[in-house]
């Protein structure tokens, strides 16, 4: 009897850690209260059915806790929270859980880093499933760490690390029993790749080169070898569609970033949204937003899967408001064009033709004596998250406004060095600005802004309470009425917000946390003014 | 033997003639936008015909450029390769051709000082310890700046104003204009200096009007007599002195 009940006691233990099942990743939206991939679900969507916090009640938000990591460098993380459990990365290969509800910390993980190795750079997040977190490290490693206690369960090598080639900062996306992660490295001569691990043993299931080899479909649209050199970098998590069983990835800019010269051709697939079969990693199709790309506009910008009607029937869209300034609408069934249009003001393009091809303007190009262009190198928009609210209808997207003098020369390849084919920088004749968007991503039509004084890198939130949330270059956490973009509420945090915000809930009190210098700050309602809701 | 000729045609058009597309190719792309295409000058001092600040040795200008100058805008190009600076050295030294260092200001500059005191020039700017912060510190401009800029300072001062020089006027609630130099700015908040030196702060939505001044907020001086004007530049061309260190004081970080 003793025994009996022991060995009961025993089976529960084991079942005690939270099981995040690839059902339970699927049906994500179905659970508000917490946050279990990069972009909250595989549709990237962002948007939360909470409401506590709303349109009439903002205005009472405050800071309810605050964590220091003490890790210096940009914190652009996005944490996952699962049943009142926060997990998170910092940059240098370090990791975090907490008590959402309070803040305290339940563990802290640091990657050991060989003897002599640079342990900087960002890092965006991890994945979960099952009960272990995933997280890649700066010198290219995928490590799987047990959610109870931040414990190594695996860690699998991407590629040998060599200073100045490939790293890696992405946000991992757990499909099935699978991890899958881009490489980082677009501006130092490497060759991009996404590979898919077994979550269960570390082992690498397949990859897919960004950029074909010669003789490969594909490989015609490099000259010589430059291919080998040819950059597109993955290095922003991607979306899935559990029911056509495709994952949706963006592909980084070709590289050298500035000069074309020696890799004459389209230069596929950089600077293009690619559609993979999870299972195999096979690609089932493409599209290229900038073809032969010269100014480091990648399309690592996230892939939202929406389900609209689509001139007058139900149909499933892909859409992306891509760094070189066009919002496109794409069929994710076929990769079919629907729609293309630019979102801030672009000096590079007459338009799209009916492919969705870039008509490019003359005189675009780089040179050695510089060319104004606009977007700037940085793009009118990039990592930072646009938002959907199914309620309004609106994509809510940060825009930048800001442009710059583009210098090429023919660079020459040294392994671990920069590959950029010459510089950039910004114009002294106006100043950046930025917008907050609300588009109606059935015409690309804006329907409210709100200016920025500078061009962010923040991303944005949307929630059931009407509400979208949005942060500034000037370090800002702000609320907007989603239907009118009226400011409703902000907080001055301190540092330039580099991250995007994201929502849950514990013990029935919403809350939203945002990332800012080296500080997790989460915001709710005061304690008990809910109840008076 | 054809192909044999040709290639030793070619090989000796490639090390010959000193070709300096490339050292041109990196200055424009790296040093022109401060030094102007020719190496003239601009909003960094020129790098020809003078006597350059740090040294004029080949060793004194790539020391420079791969480790910056500490405490001013020259940055440091620690990731150029041996080679690029060699090309890049070269091709400043072919932009000075045979200019002569010595032919540098015309004027006075004892004068230029008293035309500097009389016009009171410390009434916005400061030398040494001297004079307002309203305006640009003028300790070092004569090593920072080059002669064409400063003149152009003097004679059109809108026509380059840094950043964080820009005019605000903001207008009150009570209908008050207070001018001043913007320190910061956001969506929500604008801090100015004003010409008495303090600090002004606002909240945005608590004042009428935020107004961005197109113009610099520096007189002109185009009225000074001609030789008053060249000794004026004298004397600030000879101001090549060092701002106290103690480290990198930046008004803002929102300011760039």
Known sequence: MRRARFALLLALAAALPAQVSYERLVNARREPQNWLT?????????????????????KDLRMDWMFQTGVPGAFQTVPLVVNGIMYFTAAGGQAFALDARTGRQLWHYKHAFPPGRRAGSVNRGFAILGDRLFMVTPDCNVVALETLTGRLAWQTEIVPYKKGTYYATVAPLAVKDKIIVGISGGEEGTRGFIDAYNAATGERA???????????????????????????????????????????????????????????GDNLYTDSLVALDPDSGKLKWHFQFTPHDTHDWDACQTLMLLDLNWQGRPRKLVVQANRNAFFYVLDRETGEFLMGKPFARQTWAKGLDAKGRPIVLPNTEPSPEGTRLCPGLAGATNWMAPSYNPQTGLFYLPVREQCDIYYSSPPKYIEGKPYWGSVFRGVTDEKEWGLLKALDPLTGETRWDFRYHRAPWAGTLSTAGGLVFAGDEDGYLMAFDARSGKDLWKFYTGNRLVSSPITYEVNGRQYITMPSGAALLTFALPEGAQARQ | MIAVLFLSALAAAAQSPPDFADGRAIYRSNCAFCHGLTGRGG????????????????????????????????????????????????????????????????????????????????????????????????????AARSLEYLRESLLAPSADILQEYEGVTVVTGEGKQVTGIRVNEDNFTVQLRDASQQFRMFVKNEVSQVKHEAKSLMPAYGSLPPADLQDLLAYLGSLRGSIKAGGDVRKADGIR
């Open chain 1, 206 to 264: 397949w990859r897919f080169w960004t950029v074909p080899a010669k003789g490969e479909p594909g490989g015609e649209t490099w000259l010589g070898d430059s291919w080998m050199r040819g950059g597109g970098p993955a290095w922003l998590t991607g979306s899935f569609d559990p029911a056509l069983n495709t994952l949706y990835w963006g592909i980084g800019n070709p590289g050298p970033d500035l000069y074309g010269g020696d890799r004459l």
């Open chain 1, 38 to 58: 990069y972009w909250g679900d595989y549709t990237a969507i962002r948007h939360r059915d909470l409401s506590q916090v709303h349109t009439g009640n903002v």
């Open chain 2, 43 to 142: 909003r960094g001092p020129a790098l020809v015909g003078r006597t350059l600040m740090h040294g004029s040795t080949d060793e004194d200008l790539r020391a420079v450029i791969r480790g910056g100058v500490p405490g001013t805008t020259m940055p440091a190009f620690e990731t150029m390769e041996p080679d690029e600076l060699d090309r890049l050295v070269a091709f400043i030294r072919h932009m000075g051709g045979s200019a002569s260092p010595a032919a540098e200001i015309a004027g006075d500059p004892a004068r230029g000082r008293q035309i500097y005191q009389r016009t009171e020039c410390a009434s916005c700017h400061r030398v040494g310890d001297r004079g307002s912060v309203y305006g640009p510190d003028l300790t070092r401009i004569g």
